[in-house]
């Protein structure tokens, strides 16, 4: 029997479900049923205490790429197999996204907006792909697909993860040193790190006071990785252009909070790469089936760290 906790499109969750694991019993929050029958657990954004009453779990899976709601909390223990999603339609709306940023910027439409309040005709000067540089934090799953898709199309991306990697068309760094390579020569600085302790609060004023002058920072990963007043404190003195924000710390963003207002801050309410539910149950059922097997699917999350 799996456990289905999703807070959004319950019907369809079921209905992918029940597609790609046809002989699996799928109960929710809604029905009566025996919690010591239940092996599995599908969810996203699972609340304090929601699987302490499965004491006979083989398996969780996050149906979502980030698994930090999933770590280090006393209702899951360490041993219990943690599968998160890799790719699974999501990388494809994360370039639409980062790309719709880049363009925002390249081609000014940022400031059109600004001036169409203004009922001002002003053109400005266009920017090439090429004076555009990019630097994408976190080179994963869905950090390859944006930084090597954005590569093709002309653009010059820098690339941070922990361990080196060949990435063609990509310039890809790591360490320390990496970092401050990477920060000190994007016009555009994409985040794309899981929430881990090494990653909270990464993007501070000393680390983006180091952007060059007019950069923007677009943060799709979590919003614990910006310190928000540092952020606010660069975009008013006029260092930085732009922050184009999915993600917040606390989400929903709360309503007295800046970002809301800020003219130079776009928000967007975590929406720059959504779980599609039938190519997630359609990888949820086949690592269903390996760890069943004894096999180890793809999506295992082999440390408790966060990603
Ligand atoms: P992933 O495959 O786990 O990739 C994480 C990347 O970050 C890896 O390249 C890893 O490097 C790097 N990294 C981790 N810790 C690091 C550190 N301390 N220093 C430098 N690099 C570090 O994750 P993903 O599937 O690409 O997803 C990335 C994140 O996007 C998720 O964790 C989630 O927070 C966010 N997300 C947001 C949305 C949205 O709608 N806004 C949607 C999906 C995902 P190594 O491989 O070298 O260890
Ligand atoms: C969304 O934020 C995800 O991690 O899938």
């Given amino acids: 029997m799996l456990f289905l ?8 969750w079921l209905e992918a479900l029940q597609k790609w694991c046809p002989s699996l019993s799928v109960v929710t929050q809604n029905d009566a049923y025996d919690p010591e029958q239940v092996r599995w657990v599908a969810a996203w954004n699972p609340p304090p205490g929601l699987f302490a009453p499965f004491q006979q ?3 969780v899976f996050a149906l979502g790429a980030g698994v930090d709601a999933f770590v280090r909390r006393p209702d899951l223990a360490d041993n219990i197999p943690l599968v998160r999603l890799l790719d ?16 925002t910027v390249q081609r000014d439409f940022d400031t059109y907006a600004q001036l169409q309040q203004q009922q001002t005709w002003q053109v400005s000067m266009a920017r090439s792909r ?16 944006v930084a090597q898709q954005l590569a093709e199309l002309g653009y010059p991306v820098q690339g941070w993860k922990r361990s080196a990697i060949d990435l063609p068309g990509v310039d890809v760094l790591t360490g320390e040193a990496g970092l401050e390579q990477v920060i000190r020569h994007s016009d ?35 919003g614990v990785q910006v310190v928000d007043e540092d952020l606010i404190r660069l975009l008013d003195d006029g260092h930085l252009r732009l922050a184009v924000l999915d993600v917040f710390y606390p989400e929903p963003l709360p309503s007295e909070h800046p970002f809301w207002a800020h ?6 309410p975590h929406v720059a790469a959504e779980t599609l539910p039938y190519p997630a149950a359609e990888q949820v059922a086949e690592s269903l089936r390996q760890l069943d097997q004894g096999e180890t699917p793809a999506g295992l999350v082999t440390g408790r760290e966060g990603y």
């Fill in 57 to 59: 779990l083989k398996g």
């Fill in 263 to 268: 003219p130079k801050v776009v928000v967007t």
């Fill in 5 to 12: 906790y999703v807070e959004q499109n319950q019907n369809t």
């Fill in 188 to 222: 555009v600085l994409i985040s794309l790190l899981p929430n881990t302790p090494q990653t909270q609060g990464l993007l501070s004023y000393e680390r983006l006071s180091r952007l060059p002058q007019g950069a923007v920072l677009v943060n799709v990963a979590r």
């Fill in 130 to 145: 090429a004076e555009m540089r990019l630097g994408v934090l976190g080179l994963g799953a869905l950090g390859q697909s």
């Fill in 88 to 103: 699974a339609g999501m990388a494809q709306q994360m370039v639409e996204y980062i790309l719709w940023s880049v363009l």
